[in-house]
T-cell receptor, first 112, second 114 residues
Framework: EDKVVQSPLSLVVHEGDTVTLNCSYE??????LLWYKQEKKAPTFLFML????IEKKSGRLSSILDKKELFSILNITATQTGDSAIYLC????????????FGKGTSLLVTP | NAGVTQTPKFQVLKTGQSMTLQCAQD?????MSWYRQDPGMGLRLIHY???????DQGEVPNGYNVSRSTTEDFPLRLLSAAPSQTSVYFC?????????????FGPGTRLTVT
């Protein structure tokens, strides 16, 4: 059975801290791993990692994919209160029309 | 482009009622999906479609029907609403299967079944 497991489920940090969010997966016919940010509305896309792109960076956010150990991490440096959100990890595989298997998410709260 | 649109934004139903959640996209995406989101559960796939006339079940399809008569529209029908279907429903579409699975989400429909 396909599984996507995120940890921790929730996290509280102070502004300026660095956080690491984890996502492990067991999925047949893996195609890609995606990170989304959700702030009380629809998820918004952050990164997609595939065999041909196992490290991505955008500003203070970065992510790596370890296809051998079947996990990914999302790093956020110098956190800001605007980073408070639920971060969702999702894995796509070929067999389901490119739909996604989501983890339960990590709820991040950044306090001033 | 309007992207992915969903109607209604909010809906309250009584147990046993039926209704259709509408989803449309104007990006000419072949792939469309419906997810539900419950507290602490992430998003779970209900049904998906790889193109007009083709649909398939996801992880939690019971109690829901879909059809895809055009590329643009992918409505989700609740046949006989139950309190367990109280949730937030997201429609999503995807344009580049060869490049991966990036999906674009609609704003969601918050459904309450009493």
């Amino acid at each position: 059975e396909d599984k996507v497991v995120q940890s921790p489920l929730s996290l509280v940090v102070h502004e300026g801290d660095t956080v690491t969010l984890n996502c492990s997966y067991e999925v047949t016919n893996f195609r890609s791993l995606l990170w989304y940010k959700q702030e009380k509305k629809a998820p918004t896309f952050l990164f997609m990692l595939t065999s041909s792109g196992i490290e991505k960076k955008s500003g203070r956010l970065s992510s790596i994919l370890d296809k051998k150990e079947l996990f990914s991490i999302l790093n956020i440096t110098a956190t800001q209160t605007g980073d408070s959100a639920i971060y969702l990890c999702a894995v796509g595989h070929v067999n389901s029309g490119y739909a996604l298997n989501f983890g339960k998410g990590t709820s991040l709260l950044v306090t001033p | 482009n309007a992207g992915v649109t969903q109607t209604p934004k909010f809906q309250v139903l009584k147990t046993g009622q039926s209704m259709t959640l509408q989803c449309a996209q104007d990006m000419n995406h072949e792939y469309m999906s419906w997810y539900r989101q419950d507290p602490g559960m992430g998003l779970r796939l209900i049904h998906y479609s790889v193109g007009a006339g083709i649909t398939d079940q996801g992880e939690v399809p019971n109690g829901y029907n879909v059809s895809r008569s055009t590329t643009e529209d992918f409505p989700l029908r609740l046949l006989s609403a139950a309190p367990s279907q109280t949730s937030v429903y997201f429609c999503a579409s995807s344009y580049n299967p060869a490049g991966g699975n990036e999906q674009y989400f609609g704003p969601g429909t918050r459904l309450t079944v009493t």
